[in-house]
């Protein structure tokens, strides 16, 4: 079943703070969270493989509530290159023999100088 | 350098018409995968592959097929019977299952007129 994200778009300065939310309505294995240039390929970001788990990658970093079902990628300090589609991607509980992510329909980020 | 070829990268073809994409990766990764790319609508699974000889349907895949003879290749045939075939497609690659990291082609921009 899809994620669902949100928000849908957002527009920031360079400097400025954005969170992305991902969230399931069924439990979650683990969260992956890519970001698409556009015309481009998507890049992998992180995988959040625990609840409560936090990641980082530069200045993006994300968490991971496996009680809520959610996730949230956080853009601290944006820059210019932050610009693009994020996406999450999530996995269900191991054991539903389900080996594949649900993406969602994505959050595009436009930084602006 | 190890990654993920696609080809070709725009792709036009008549209605009617079969049509394969190719994907093929040299990163010894046990799982493949294809997803379709709509604006607005994230990336969406088509089908997916854990070994060789072995393949699986993801949410959309009426109206393709698959083969997976080599552990390098993972070609894509869009049949006629697809409705709306026009679309922007994705091959990605992974270690083993979801859990990993997933490393995507640059993508093949099909049109069907």
């Known amino acids: 079943q899809q994620p669902v994200q949100s928000p849908q778009a957002v527009i920031l300065r360079e400097g400025e703070d954005a969170v992305i939310n991902c969230s399931s309505s069924?439990?979650?294995?683990?969260v992956h969270w890519y970001r698409q240039k556009h015309g481009e390929a998507p890049v992998f970001l992180m995988i959040l493989l625990k609840g409560g788990e936090q990641k980082g990658h530069e200045k993006i970093s994300a968490s991971f509530n496996e009680k809520k079902q959610q996730s949230s990628l956080y853009l601290t300090a944006s820059q210019l290159s932050y610009s693009g589609t994020y996406f999450c991607?999530?996995?269900?509980?191991?054991?539903?023999?389900?080996?594949?992510?649900?993406f969602g329909a994505g959050t595009t980020v436009t930084v602006r100088a | 350098d190890g990654g993920i070829t696609q080809s070709p990268k725009y792709l036009f073809r008549k209605e009617g018409q079969n049509v394969t994409l190719s994907c093929e990766q040299n990163l010894n990764h046990d799982a493949m995968y294809w997803y379709r790319q709509d604006p607005g609508q994230g990336l969406r699974l088509i089908y997916y592959?854990?070994?060789?000889?072995?393949?699986q349907k993801g949410d959309i895949a009426e109206g393709y097929s698959v083969s997976r003879e080599k552990k390098e290749s993972f070609p894509l045939t869009v049949t006629s019977a697809q409705k709306n075939p026009t679309a922007f497609y994705l091959c990605a690659s992974s270690i083993k299952g979801s859990s990993y990291e997933q490393y995507f082609g640059p993508g093949t921009r099909l049109t069907v007129t």
């Open positions: 592959s854990q070994i060789v000889n072995d393949f």
């Open positions: 991607g999530t996995e269900h509980a191991p054991g539903s023999n389900d080996y594949k992510l649900s």
């Open positions: 069924k439990a979650l294995y683990s």
